[in-house]
């Protein structure tokens, strides 16, 4: 069983990092070349005890709900109703709004907490940083707001209301409706999968750049670099800040666009 | 090291155990949220709005209900009000009428009584009349008989003397007394 971080260490090629400094090791050696390989590694070990902390959190927060909330119950309460107010019922209005609410709220949660481990000291890593997570959940969001569409308006009719936009002429049309097509019936899923994921890569490629830089000069035998090192860590902190705010907006904006796609295929005709 | 031996690319391209990973842990994740925990939340949020809106309502009916006290026994005050009205008015009337009744009832007696005294001091007068009319004749006619030595009893001419005597005596009683 070895970890990613001292594969890395003990790797002469950890600086410059790069693509390779997303590749967890398993941590059952023996899985390496089966179908479990990647099953049991770093990135998967996160992702079960963000979804552990979400359940355990949530069901203990609200295991005796009460007219006038406790303070964890209020927490609860909010983390939900920011998304159910904010973006499910101001998108939907307030019938369909509480009908999508809980999958966007499960989906923001889950989204947060797992760009979260970015900046976690110890973890520093989030799964959403591998394209697998953001894509299942991109392909999560197509199913639902397809089925959504087609259930509401019928196979063609869908297809009418995101392929044909209204009040274009005729002689655009065969340039209009392909691509309406590619961008709101293909690309949507891809547009939100890649979003998030290179949101998460980057962040986790910049903070490597900082804080492996300023080990790098550390182990200068100048005397100068080493001193110089400290900017590099104290970039690393000002980055781990930014990447903060990256994970809230990437985290709000995979859920608002996933809400705003449904509740597309929600309106009637324009 | 999967990605550096596909190249750059590789980073696209899932991993399909993560892929399975990450359904069966969102999927285990939305399960539990998605029922046991947001559908509590929203009977949470109605029943904290009826809460609310029903204490809301319970605030308006009580008020509602006090109004319709208050009225009603405005009404009742108004109503008692007129009635005691009445009743001192029915009252006053009542005693204006019992005092003329009694003035009149007592002038009348007065004037009965004033009546009866008056035909009575007639009939005493009228009776005294009468009586001093024969005694004071006899009297007269004894003590002129005496006088005169004469028996005069009986005689007719004496007799119109003495009546004519106390006609005059009458006449001037009745002159004083018409004069008094």
Redesign the interface.
Known sequence: MTDSAIVLAEGDSHFPPG??S??FADWFSGLSGT?????FTT??FV??L??AI??VF??WA?RK???V?TKKQWM??SA??FIRNTVAIDLMGKKDG?KF???L??LF??ILIMNLWAIVPGVQIS?NS????P???GA?SWVIYMAVGFKKHGFIGFLKLTCVPPGAPWFIYPLLIPIEFLQNLILRPITLALRLFANM?AGHLILLVFILGGFEMLNSSNFLIQGLSIFSFGMGIAMTMFELIVILLQAYVFTLLTGMYIQGSLADEH | MIHAAEGGAGILFPIWQEILVGAIAFGLLCFVLMKFVFPMMEKTFEARVDAIEGGIERAERAQEEANQTLEEYRRKLATAQEEAAAIRDEARADAVAAKEEILVSAREEANRIIAAGHAQVEASRQQLVRELRGEVGNLAVDLAGKIIGQRLAGDADTTATVDQFLAQIADDTAETSGAR
Not at chain 1, 130 to 133: C, Q, T, V
């Open positions: 693509i390779h997303f590749d179908a479990l390989t990647h099953m990135i998967t992702v079960w963000s979804v979400l359940i949530f069901l609200y709900p009460q007219i909330p609860a309460e939900y109703g509480v609410a809980p999958y709220a499960t949660l889950f799964p591998h394209i697998a997570f894509a299942l959940m999560l890569f």
